[in-house]
């Protein structure tokens, strides 16, 4: 069996699980979107040890000790914020890579608080999205970073 911590609460589940199954199917967090189960699409990015990672071709036996978070333990302050600039900037249309997005962005932002158009492009080169043409995606990051640091 393993530990690690997931939105702050321990999890112990066996090593042979996939960390999306946990995620999504034991625990429910549906935010963590199954789009191709390859590694190829992004939908499934969640954060482990504040780096965006794709959940779906990690193993659980590789997660000992860390800390996942997705988008249901970001905090309420992140929640609106992102919530806003998304719905603001006219970036979500069906939803589908949005949580895996705004991992990606948190990930950015977290570590680059006033990011280049370029660097949040390069943030989400692995994400998906097949409505958007990803223009009002980075917007949206840029305007969730502008909006964290003026503290709005
Ligand atoms: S579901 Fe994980 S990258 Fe597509
Ligand atoms: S908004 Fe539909 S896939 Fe991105």
New binding site residues.
Partial sequence: MVRFLVNGETVTVPEERKL?DVLRTDLGLKSV????????????TVLIDGKAV????QKAARMEGKSVMTVEGLSDREKEVFVYAFGEAGAVQCGFCIPGMVICAKALIDENPDPTREEAAFAVRGNVCRCTGYKKIIDAILLAARLFREDV
Wanted: aromatic share 0%; glycine share 18%; net charge neutral.
């Fill in positions: 999306i979107k199954d789009g191709c189960s390859e590694g190829a699409c992004g939908t499934c794709k959940a779906c071709v």
